[in-house]
């Protein structure tokens, strides 16, 4: 009989309760630990861990079933595109669902997770104590660390300035002059909330976006009706992605038009080429003359905002929606860090130096993360229960640099692109690689490749058994 290893998951949001979803399902003794009194993480709005960037109006851009984990389906009385009260619920109910809720360890945050040099992980908790893991999955998620410009937008303003994470209520925004700032999900909905409540919207942006609707002929667009209407499986990895992206851009421009219509920036890049945003609204404001569209800032002065095309506005409020840092405090930053939002991965879960580490969708899915979130889980099961061998360090490194490659030559430049991923792409791929994998496992006669060394997790139940490996 041998031990199998002990994990310990920092985070309960939507990443890290699938991953003990699965793992107790799998066999494998885990803790989890979570900062917060309830799980869902940035679903929960006003979340008391002061992590979650929900604003009181969010929905998701994510259809329904492109979110839903694959054996728990939202309910079907849930719109397409809920709200986030919904997607908070069905967080909670999956937790209760699959009996995982005694296994997350609640208001006890991860200080600090140092791995010894016998491969052990010391956890520190913030209440002071001090245990031990095999292993580590880390799912304290990347939407939470507020980047802002970089540098800072020279000049003084005499208004507030905030960070979108910072936005909850479209109240902060009523009677303002506001400036919003940058093309991605958050400065489309925050712009529409003002466009309602504000005396005057600008829209800033240092580039243009290809705005995609959340419908298409009545359908979510990121559901496979659209696929068999044109003619091909958009979400068909065997189909070279040059087709599946003109098809996507024809319906696109079919229904939408061109950017410059509107009044906003003709994009530099191609759709696909940009994380996606997604907008059934916006243009409509647009032509409501309810939001101005202006170029990016080019100083501030006073209450006056200054654009690069020598415009300026009065202004008493700058939204700064320019997206989040990847971040973890409880890593020596020496030890494992994303300067610049970029940690290369393997497949973007396993560490390529650091045995024992594992991350839960840190990546930036054209897709949701949830399903991805709970596939990768299986893989760390199976990598852990010694069905899954991981490849050679050399054929990792060539992989993860092709990987790099692709996604670079295809992508912005931009802090926002150092991990993008195609939703049906990666995890066709990911089922490949767990079954060749399974095939290296099967030779090496199912080794565990981490020993399990560390003891019982804090949670222990009767289900945690020492199995032969
Ligand atoms: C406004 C907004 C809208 C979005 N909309 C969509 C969408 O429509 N579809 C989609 O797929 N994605 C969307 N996203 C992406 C979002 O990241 C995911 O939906 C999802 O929240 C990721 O889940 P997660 O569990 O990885 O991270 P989080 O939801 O951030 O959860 C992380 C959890 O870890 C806990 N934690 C953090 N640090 C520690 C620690 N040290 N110790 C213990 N616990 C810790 C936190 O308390 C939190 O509960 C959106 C993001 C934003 C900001
Ligand atoms: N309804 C929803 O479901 C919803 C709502 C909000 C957010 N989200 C998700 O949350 C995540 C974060 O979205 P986000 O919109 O907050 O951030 P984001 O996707 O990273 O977008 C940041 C935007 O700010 C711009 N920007 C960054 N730095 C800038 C600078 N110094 N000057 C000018 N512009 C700058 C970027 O431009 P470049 O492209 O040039 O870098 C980009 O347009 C995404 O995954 C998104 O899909 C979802």
Redo the contacts with the bound molecule.
Sequence with gaps: MTQLPTACI????????TGAKVLQERGVPFDV????DR??????FG?R?G?????RT?????SRE??EYSDYPMPKSFPDFPHHTHIAKYFNDYVDRFGVRDRIRFE????RAHRRDDGVWEVAL?GGETRTYDAVLV??????DPRWPEPAFPGEFNGRQMH??HYTDPEELRGKRVVILGMG??AM?IAVDASYVSDAVYLAARRGAHIIPKYISGKPIDQPWLQGKLGARLADPRIPYSIRRRLLEKAVEKQVGRMEDYGLPTPDHRLGQAHPTVSGRILDRIVHGTITPKPNIAELGGDRVTFTDGSVVEADLIVYCTG?KITF??FDEGFISAPDNDLPLFRRVFHPEVDGVFF??LLQ?L????PI?EAQSHWVADHLKGEYALPPREDMRKDMEAERRKMFDRYLASKRHTMQVDFDDYLYELRRERRRGGDRARAQGYRLPIPGRAGPPATATAADSAVAA
């Design positions: 920092i985070g309960a949001g939507s990443s890290g309760i630990y979570e900062k917060s799980v869902g993480g940035n679903w929960v979340n861990n992590m979650s960037s929900s604003y969010l929905h998701i851009n994510t492109r979110m006890t945050g991860v200080a913030e799912a304290n998620g990347h939407h939470w979108s994470h999900n958050s909905d989040y405090p409880f839960l969708s899915p897709g949701a993360t949830m979130a």
